[in-house]
């Protein structure tokens, strides 16, 4: 019997009976912070009943009112934002059938990494690319935009004793930890790859064998001067001519962070920084997020094969459009877009002021739960089966659970729903194990019994594309804001044992209280002086995300979006301090 850790991570580690992680490659035996409090998290801040208005209800009146404010509303009007709090095919996909069947209103699934897969699929068909044996095969690393020894620990094991150089816009512990750092300015990665490139064109270090249209790339670095580059990216030429001689003679794996996708000019940065490795010849050079490779059939699973939302709405944009009165009633599950959404102060406006209906189904009492219109009681991890992939390795694990249930499991909702909808639809009644055979190409039977099975990786064949390349940049001004995971917490996850910490953005110049300031509005923190903050980097970690008065830090962030993901900007520009 195992389980699998269902957390927004690299590693999905798989633990026994007695979760304990497996001592198998890449698990190795170990496990994070997170992975050892989740039993002592498990029985705290539980949702253990259903709740209509803040008080005690029942499960049939809380469907029939859900039905009653679906009814009487336009499906463009109701919006599912479900996302990855729980990475099950059964938790985070499945139940998302129902509001497909209904032709209710979809998010674009964009708020963490989609910017970068779009960008490499560009250049690569798919944006897969080294698997955990792969780390073993190279002595050499790039970490670009990347907090590894945090949010990827495992991964971090397999390298921590090769050489490693980092890139961001701070001194990382990350970076720290790395042999070598080169720190460059917010928004200017997209320079620094088109710096590497070129350097490879002039000295003749290019195998072009790889790509399609080599000269294609090597016509579009020569249109940018060194000094142009030197003067975005903060490097002078000599840091430049390093990377290049660190890529042609050390050839290393690029580990490509998430966070440049959340960043200014960072779906042109990724798509640069993955034909680095294509121009020195090396096929599998990079390591984004490998879970669109795997042959997951994830649009299957959401039930998008026979039917479609009446509208995508950008989870950049939810705040906006709820602001606008577009979007009238909200069901959320394996989310808390109070804490990750731009501009959520809105949604809490909007409930307060009874213009949006909020139906919130979590095991926990999240920042979104506590001021949902209905409250309904899930299950965790432990406590019910499903299926789990990774974005890094390719193990398909079944979860299988430890404890006894507390709540209603997604699907078991998702059909009391649709009954209560007379929905009678072989979609949403599918048997949902068929669905996963269907959706994964793995015999439902021998993923039972053995506990997990490997996946076969896809890789495209033939030339890696050039084109398109990126015709325009973004120039960031002021502070930048600039987010990044911490050990003890994944996102808002994990405060019922390490607790809730104050806010503090850390920076180079000032210390107390004071006020952010966008044209979306301002925000209460804690400064804290860090003499390892560049001038203009505002450091806060991800993981609190709530001001000295309880609002949401996302509240100033608007909802700007990168132009292949649509991902939306967390990381923004043009931010104003205030002092006190």
């Not at 409090?37 to 005690?56: Q, W």
Request: glycine fraction near 8%.
């Amino acid at each position: 019997m195992v389980h699998a850790c269902t957390r927004d991570c690299y590693d999905t580690c798989i633990f026994d009976d007695n979760h304990k992680p497996i001592d198998t490659f890449p698990f190795n035996g170990f496990t994070c912070s997170r992975g050892i409090a989740d039993l002592k998290r498990n029985s705290l801040n539980r949702v253990d009943s259903v709740y209509i208005e803040g008080k005690l209800s029942n499960i049939d009146e809380a469907l029939d009112l859900i039905v009653k404010e679906i009814r009487k509303r336009k499906k463009e009007e109701i919006l599912h934002v479900d996302y990855d709090g729980n990475q099950g095919l059964l938790t985070w996909y499945y139940p998302a059938r129902l509001w497909n069947v209904i032709g209710a209103a979809s998010t674009d699934y964009s708020i963490c990494s989609s910017e970068g897969h779009e960008a490499i699929k560009l250049h690569y068909g798919n944006s897969i690319g080294a698997l955990p044996e792969d780390f073993l095969k190279y002595e050499s690393f790039v970490i670009w935009g990347s907090e590894l020894v945090f949010s990827f620990i495992h991964g971090w094991n397999l390298i921590r004793d090769k050489y490693k150089a980092t890139i961001d816009v701070r001194i990382s512990e990350t970076a720290k930890r790395s042999n070598k750092y080169y720190i460059v300015k917010p928004g200017s990665d997209v320079y620094l790859a088109i710096g590497i490139i070129k350097r490879l064109f002039e000295r003749n270090w290019a195998d072009l064998s790889l790509l399609d249209e080599p000269e294609e790339l090597r016509n579009y670095v020569y249109s940018f001067n060194d000094e142009e580059i030197e003067e975005a990216t903060g490097l002078d030429s000599s840091k430049i001519d390093e990377l290049a001689e660190l890529y042609y003679y050390r050839r290393p794996l690029t580990i490509i962070g998430f966070a440049l996708g959340r960043s200014i000019n960072g779906g042109d940065a990724i798509s640069l920084i993955s034909l680095i490795p294509a121009l020195i010849g090396m096929k599998k050079g990079f390591f984004y997020a490998n879970s669109q490779g795997l042959g997951i059939d994830f649009k299957y699973l959401r039930g998008l094969h026979k039917y479609s939302p009446s509208r995508i709405v950008g989870m950049a944009e939810v705040g906006k459009e709820i602001e606008e009165g577009k979007i009238t009633f909200m069901f959320v599950w394996n989310s808390n877009p109070l804490h990750s959404l731009p501009m959520s102060d809105r949604i809490y406006d909007a409930v307060k002021e009874g213009r949006l209906f909020l139906v919130v189904h979590d095991p926990y009492w999240s920042e979104t739960a506590k001021i949902a219109n209905v409250v309904l009681p899930a299950p965790t991890y432990l406590e019910k089966e499903d299926v789990v992939y990774s974005y890094w390795h390719n193990y398909l694990v079944f979860n299988k659970p430890i404890l006894p249930k507390r709540g209603i499991t997604e699907v078991e909702l998702m059909r009391m729903l649709a009954i209560k909808l007379e929905i009678n639809d072989n979609v949403i009644f599918e048997d949902e194990w068929l669905a996963i055979g269907k959706a994964t190409g793995v015999n439902i039977t021998e993923l039972k019994t053995k506990g997990f099975v490997k996946l076969l990786p896809r890789y495209p064949e033939g030339k890696v594309r050039v084109k398109p390349l990126p015709e325009k940049f973004s120039k960031p001004s002021g502070n930048i804001i600039v987010f990044s995971s911490h050990p003890n917490y994944t996102n808002s996850q994990f405060k019922e044992v390490y607790g809730n910490k104050m806010v503090i953005v850390y920076n180079s110049e000032f210390d107390g209280i004071g006020y952010l300031s966008t044209n979306y509005g301002k925000v209460k923190v804690m400064f804290k002086r860090d003499p390892l903050i560049p001038r203009g980097v505002l450091f806060i970690p991800k993981s609190f995300l709530f001001d000295l008065d309880g609002k949401p830090i996302n509240s100033i962030i608007g909802f700007a979006k990168g132009k292949y993901g649509n991902t939306p900007i967390i990381n923004t520009a043009s931010v104003k301090i205030i002092k006190t």
